[in-house]
């Protein structure tokens, strides 16, 4: 299935290498990958990815985890 | 420098220099493991930077609330290469819960009050912070307000779910704890034990888990795994009901995920992302393991009493059996520790811990030592065994001892290593004496890497490569070297006079107990991928490991 993780950020890029660093151990492929950065470090991370359900729902909770996400949204 | 020169006029911080980066780490991680509050390492840029990632991993492995600072070169010079100069954050973002880069004095307080609170809220973790130079010279304006928000959950379980584990429990027919070094780090001992004992349920834990609950509390059964106990294999293996608490159910204690997943899993963790990661949970509990396991404590009164009960009855015999395992299993290595010359390991242990108060601290490195450890070292009180569980770092033990040695002060530590593992950090026994630091070594010397050997002969048909030394350094002159008293004993009596001594005196010692490497050999074994009930026992023990009731 395809889905989009929508990911809110507070620390800018270090926000995007931490997501990138978690997506790359999960069983998924990334399709697209799109970055919208702040004034103020924080940032929207939209990745469009292919992979089982559960799969899917693994790396959001793994990205929730990080300290500097605000949320994650599968749409 | 300028933070190090800071530290000169600092007289409340405890400062301890490390002959490298790697043990002081290490020894971080191990003070942290005891006092449950962050253990800080300092170090420069570069080189002294990227001798923390093994420490880091190890830390982010084992949940191990580390605090390490690293130097920078300045930021005017960043990303130009400058000498000694190296991404240290983007390195250790996939081993670190946070990693922060502090581009301005103003950032400072704030990323220290940061980096502490993500160390110790929720699962506790490593946390690095990079300080450039200049960074370090510039006058701040004090703030103090963390960076992030502090995470909103405060660890509460839902009265729903937990009442709804708690009717699938008492209703099981052999329901099993599997506890995992979550517990400890939530300190919930004494719930765990109360609800096996109220469930007539058996404790299994992973490694870690061995950490957690007293070795000698009558339900619990020992770590199951690759290389956990027979009672503890057939506990979990023939469960029809799991409550996992604080575990991440590694491969290595569960062996094959298919028949686990076949099993009722009831799993709390903090970490959400624990939760069916690699099984499947009928029911998952996003909660702090002390505050979940009250909950259930409280809860159990309001489920019908006399289920509980008929449940309690019913398992009593599960339970006999598991305890028969065990004592055959206890019997059989007895017997055959007479025949292993010139010392058993089994044996080693047990005049150990027969010596040692029951409050010492035992820190291991990674090998077939920490195996037999695993297997055969009872943890009394839960929070005094320090083992890399997750990460399995050799050269860990000693550094860890001196870390534990700090935490602790008058209670005694114990190492227990291997001579590969001991000599990958060897160089930090000069703390030892620098700070009179009295720790107890036993080195379990079978002069190869025997775990890995041990692969070579059951999977490998006995291609031995890369596994033996040829010769070692004289651990007795190495001793000497370091103002340490060194012993080779021939006898269990010889290692229990030194121990005693060594305890009695508060004094260091290096003991070097030779093993035949041609029978070291651990067992049980549960080999990769195998599931827990086809465990291979020791050579010359027959047992079934399938309840039938």
Sequence with gaps: ?75 | MPLYDALYDADDIKHFLFKHEQGAIHAADAYARITRKPGVVLVTSGPGATNLVTGLANAYMDSSPVVAISGQVPTAILGRDGFQETDIVGVTFPITKLSMLVKSPDDVARSFVTGYMVATEGRPGPVLIDIPRDVQLGLAVPDYRPKIAPRASNGEPDPGVIGKALKILVNAERPALLVGGGLCWSGAWDEATAIAETLWAPIVSTFPGKNCVPNDHPLYMGPAGMHGRLEADAALANADVVLAVGTRFSDRTVGRFREMNAKTVIHIDIDPSEINKNVRASIGIVADAKKALRKMLELLPSIAMNEVERGRGARGGFIEWLRDIRRRFEDHMARKADEMKPFAPWKVLKTLRRVVPPSTIVTTGVGSHQMWCELHWDVYIPGTFITSAGLGTMGFGLPAAIGAKIAAGNRPVMLIDGDGSFQMTMNNLSLVRDYGLPIISVILDNRALMLVKQWQIYMYSRRIIATEFTSNPDFIKIADAYGITGYRPSTYDEIEGIVRRAVRNDEPVIIDVTLDREKDIVLPWVKPGEWLANAIPPEGLEVDLIWRG
């Design chain 1, 1 to 75: 299935m395809e889905r989009l993780i929508i990911v809110r950020a507070l620390m800018g890029l270090d926000s995007l290498a931490r997501v990138v660093n978690t997506i790359r151990r999960g069983r998924i492929q990334v399709v697209e990958m799109i970055s919208r950065f702040g004034s103020d470090g924080d940032i929207e991370i939209t990745i469009r990815v292919r992979g089982e359900e559960s799969e899917i729902e693994w790396v959001k909770k793994k990205i929730l985890v990080s300290v500097d996400v605000e949320s994650v949204e599968v749409i």
